[in-house]
């Protein structure tokens, strides 16, 4: 048992020894056949994220053409909204002009027409009454008179005299 014991320390140091040398020979052994392939998932992975965020960057600027594209279209739009609202502004004033230039024409030739027809009720209402004047007064005088007298020479007189009174 105090050989163990004695032995002991060897043994501790002896085992640090071989720990250390199997760690430095595990450390060779990935230097020469894993550390390629390690450093060759880190760099596939590190290229990975640089092509992601390549990506990621060409998409953002991707987004942001297509922003401003709509952005342009909406202002384009919009103009073409107002410009689609003058022209009907525009014709709805042209037609209200003609509207109000046809009522104004139809209007005029009928308040023509009318008085016109106003004129012509008036003439045929004078002929009328010269007419009837010209009777009543033939009859009249040759009441008074006591003899026929001569219709068509007092019709005459009593139309000059109307004529004189119209002037």
């Known amino acids: 048992m105090m050989n163990l014991?004695?032995?002991?320390?060897?043994?501790v140091l002896g085992n640090i020894i071989v720990v250390s040398?199997?760690?430095?020979i595990l450390l060779v052994l990935i230097r020469a056949f894993a550390w390629k392939a390690i450093t060759g998932?880190?760099?596939?992975?590190?290229?990975?994220?640089?092509?992601?965020?390549?990506?990621a960057e060409a998409n953002n600027k991707?987004?942001?053409?297509?922003?401003?594209?709509r952005q342009a279209e909406l202002a384009g739009s919009k103009e073409e909204a107002a410009n689609i609202i003058q022209v009907a502004n525009d014709?709805?004033?042209?037609?209200?002009?003609?509207?109000?230039a046809t009522a104004n024409e139809e209007a005029s030739s009928l308040k023509k027409r009318a008085q016109e027809d106003i004129?012509?009720?008036?003439?045929?209402?004078?002929?009328s009454v010269k007419g009837e004047v010209a009777n009543i007064s033939v009859q009249i005088?040759?009441?008074?008179?006591?003899?026929?007298?001569?219709?068509?020479?007092?019709?005459e007189l009593i139309d000059s005299y109307l004529a004189k009174l119209g002037e």
């Open 5 to 11: 014991l004695t032995a002991a320390p060897n043994t």
């Open 21 to 24: 040398g199997a760690f430095i």
């Open 41 to 55: 998932i880190f760099a596939e992975r590190a290229k990975k994220i640089s092509d992601d965020i390549d990506a």
């Open 62 to 69: 991707q987004a942001a053409d297509l922003v401003k594209q």
């Open 91 to 100: 014709t709805a004033s042209q037609n209200r002009a003609k509207v109000l």
């Open 119 to 127: 004129e012509q009720e008036r003439k045929e209402a004078l002929n």
């Open 141 to 155: 005088a040759e009441k008074l008179i006591g003899q026929s007298l001569d219709a068509n020479a007092q019709s």
